[in-house]
């Protein structure tokens, strides 16, 4: 069994910073500020921050290791491995990545999406991280809605989505850009992507009905759901109707402060607030956060976010670290948080170390210590 020590660090301990040191047993917290034994391998974490470990809700930057460039892949298993390696590096220590099944074929397919699913499962013992499936359902795509159900029912999904792109994929058609990012991504010509689209579009009367039928299954099985980029307070009130407790990205403050008055959680993402507005030109993170509309910061698209995010609030005088923190790694609506060390160099840009050692607090000897622990280990004791 393997002891290990980590040593006078500043710990965020019930929202407060305070120097303590944790002793683990092979895989417990065995006691915290305790001496280390003669025969503990030993940590010095002076003048770095022990903080809970990063859970993202929404990640989805594993798709560019599946795909570096548009209609160039690679193996699931392998960008799996990788996007875990940068999860982990980044204090990510509980992750779920976000799988778009959509209508369309491509990246964002049924096989692919089948082949994250099965992936993750068989690598899950063997990832650093823990991996969690996100499934986001592009809800035009109506035929999948019965292997879905049966994935719910199975408990095979961790998080489950209601997404709806469909009116910005219209209205992408008429823009170059756009238009040829979207037809690249898929493998097909730009005349069969548009009739590809008018057969999806011409369902559109059928989509309500599936969304309710879905989310009855996710109820039943105890599925936590999302509605992402909600646009109006009516789309919000639906959804919750349903269930659906967390808004994910809503596109204005209305829709967001209807989300808090409801009692939702509110998902905004990392990257908006570390560049200072969103790259679409909606809500700005930073304000929703200053106004209280914001439960959760999400990686989004961009593994470092997070852990950027909460040292810019920091810094901009938003709020305390240990406030900014927990938008990145409190228990709600996720499992519990993990253990990470951090440093901020003079750069302005904080650090984290990408060797871990997994291990699970004994409540017995710590009530106040998060379960799951994971520790990243910095500078060994000389």
Not at 111 to 127: G, S, Y
Not at 159 to 180: C, E, G, I, W, Y
Not at 196 to 210: M, T
Not at 269 to 293: C, E, F, Q, Y
Request: with cysteine.
């Amino acid at each position: 069994m393997t002891n290990l020590s980590i040593e006078g660090g500043q710990a965020l301990v019930a929202g407060e910073f305070v120097e303590t040191s944790f002793r683990i047993a092979g895989r417990d917290i065995a006691a915290v500020d305790s001496a280390a034994e003669r025969s503990t391998t030993g940590v010095d974490a002076s003048g770095l921050k022990v903080l809970p470990g990063i859970i993202d809700l929404h990640g989805d930057a594993f798709e560019r290791q599946m795909m570096p460039r548009p209609g160039v892949d690679f193996p699931v298993d392998v960008a799996l491995v990788d996007s875990d390696r940068q999860a982990i590096a980044n204090g990510i220590t509980t992750v779920f990545h976000a799988t778009t099944w959509s209508w369309e074929p491509g990246l964002r397919s049924a096989d692919n999406a089948r082949q994250l699913l099965e992936n993750i499962e068989i690598l899950r013992p063997k990832l650093a991280a823990d991996t969690r499936f996100h499934l986001r359902h592009e809800t035009y795509n109506l035929d999948a809605e019965t292997e879905i159900t049966q994935w719910l029912s199975d408990g095979r999904i961790d998080l489950f989505a209601f997404n709806d792109h469909m009116d910005s994929t219209v209205a992408s058609l008429a823009k170059p850009q756009k238009r040829s990012r979207m037809v690249e991504r898929t493998g097909l010509t730009s005349e069969a992507f548009d009739q590809l689209v008018e057969r999806i579009v011409a369902r559109r009367h059928e989509v309500p009905a599936s969304n309710a039928r879905l989310a009855q299954a996710a109820r039943a099985a105890g599925v936590r759901m999302l509605s992402h980029d909600d646009e109006t307070t009516a789309m919000r009130k639906a959804f919750r109707a349903q269930g659906v407790e967390i808004a994910e990205f809503p596109v204005n403050e209305e829709t967001a402060r209807e989300a808090a008055e409801g009692g939702d959680f509110i998902v905004f993402g990392a990257p908006n607030v570390v560049r200072g507005g969103s790259h679409t030109g909606w809500t700005k993170a930073a304000d929703m956060i200053v106004k209280g509309l914001c439960s959760v910061l999400a990686s989004d698209y961009y593994y470092p976010a997070q852990l950027l995010a909460a040292y810019r609030l920091a810094a901009d005088g938003i709020l305390p670290l240990a406030k900014a923190w927990d938008l990145i790694s409190a228990t709600r609506p996720g499992p519990p948080a993990s253990l990470i060390v951090a440093s901020l160099p003079k750069a302005g840009v904080p650090m984290s170390s990408s060797s871990m050692t997994k291990c699970r607090c004994d409540p017995a000897s710590s009530a106040s210590s998060p379960q799951g622990a994971s520790f990243i280990s910095p500078k060994p004791i000389a």
